[in-house]
């Protein structure tokens, strides 16, 4: 089968080996698409392959479309957003994530920009120690249980929310459960953000809950910027001068905010939480056997359009 590993965003060439070493051990054939400039370089690269490996690399309609043979695409990373799942499932295609492969990299991501944030960007005015704050987490996925560790060996306070844990999964996960998201804003000192960007989470972080935070406390998005209402994130800096953002995805606004804001909100150039060697590594080859093991026996565990 032809396999097409469409990559806006390169993987460490250590993976791309790794990919295509499993690949055509198993007898496909691997094609590369990275670094494209134009979604119309990933429609005219589609026409005669079976199978893709993405990142956040958008398989809309238009992709589908093009690509008459395609029969599975593997989103090597966590987020399946940027697929049209339900186009997938209208033309019988087979949609996979590698869920947890690059966690740990967007949690240690994470850690990085509180305390970023808590010194000031790296900047020599006084800043302040995550020793003894609480981090609340919403979601306690993959990465959000990572993000709690990791926090916790820093000498944090943690809480967490997730509507799909138990009280007692949360506590197992070495978090405090709390019920609402009204209750984890208002009392955590660092908010990490870890929903998946849906119907019911789009702009669901808006000006009533960022002011809802304590004087002090920093909003950290390293999930997607879809989840923010970004008119009410800007009211929110407004009138609370005492709170911050930082994100790992550019908000539509981020001149405006910078601008006005300052020091007090930053965002990465591009989003980098999984652009490690190790997360590369882990989400890639994961992918590259996952489409091979599919092939050979139609496994479909990690399947997220069923
Ligand atoms: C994910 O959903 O796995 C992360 O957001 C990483 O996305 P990326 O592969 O585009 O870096």
Redesign the pocket.
């Known amino acids: 089968m032809k396999v097409l590993l469409a990559t806006q965003?390169p993987f460490a060439a250590k993976a791309v080996e790794g990919i295509t070493e499993i690949l055509t051990a198993a007898g496909h054939e691997v094609v590369k698409l990275e670094k494209y400039p134009d979604q119309a370089d990933l429609v005219a690269a589609v026409s005669d392959v079976e199978a893709m490996i993405i990142?956040?690399d958008k398989v809309t309609e238009e992709v589908m479309a093009a690509a008459p043979k395609l029969k599975i695409v593997v989103?090597?990373?966590?987020?399946f957003d940027n697929v049209d799942l339900a186009a997938a499932t209208a033309r019988g295609i087979v949609v996979m994530n590698t869920p947890g492969q690059?966690s740990n990299a967007?949690a240690e991501l994470a850690v990085a920009m509180m305390i970023f944030m808590a010194r000031t960007q790296f900047t020599p005015a006084t800043g302040s120690e995550i020793q003894g704050k609480r981090i609340g987490i919403q979601a306690f996925g993959n990465v959000g249980r990572l993000v709690g560790q990791k926090a916790k060996a820093l000498g944090m306070e943690l809480c967490a929310l997730d509507p799909f844990l138990t009280p007692e999964q949360i506590e197992a996960g070495g978090a405090t459960p709390v019920f609402s998201v009204e209750e984890l804003y208002s009392r955590s000192d660092y908010v990490s953000i870890h929903i998946p960007a849906l119907p019911a989470t789009i702009k669901s972080i808006n000006y009533d809950l960022i002011t809802k935070m304590p004087k002090g406390a920093t909003l950290v998005n390293t999930a997607r910027k879809e989840v923010i209402d970004e008119e009410g994130l800007m009211r929110a800096l407004e009138d609370r001068p005492d709170l911050k953002y930082i994100t790992d995805v550019m908000p539509d606004n981020y001149e405006a905010l910078r601008e006005k804001f300052g020091l007090r909100v930053f965002a990465t150039p591009k989003?980098?939480?999984?652009?490690t060697a190790e997360a590369n590594i882990n989400?890639g080859l994961a992918a590259a056997r996952q489409i091979v093991d599919y092939f050979a026996t139609g496994n479909t565990r990690f399947q997220v359009n069923r």
């Open positions: 965003k990142r956040s989103r090597a990373g966590a987020g690059n967007v989003k980098m939480g999984a652009q989400a």
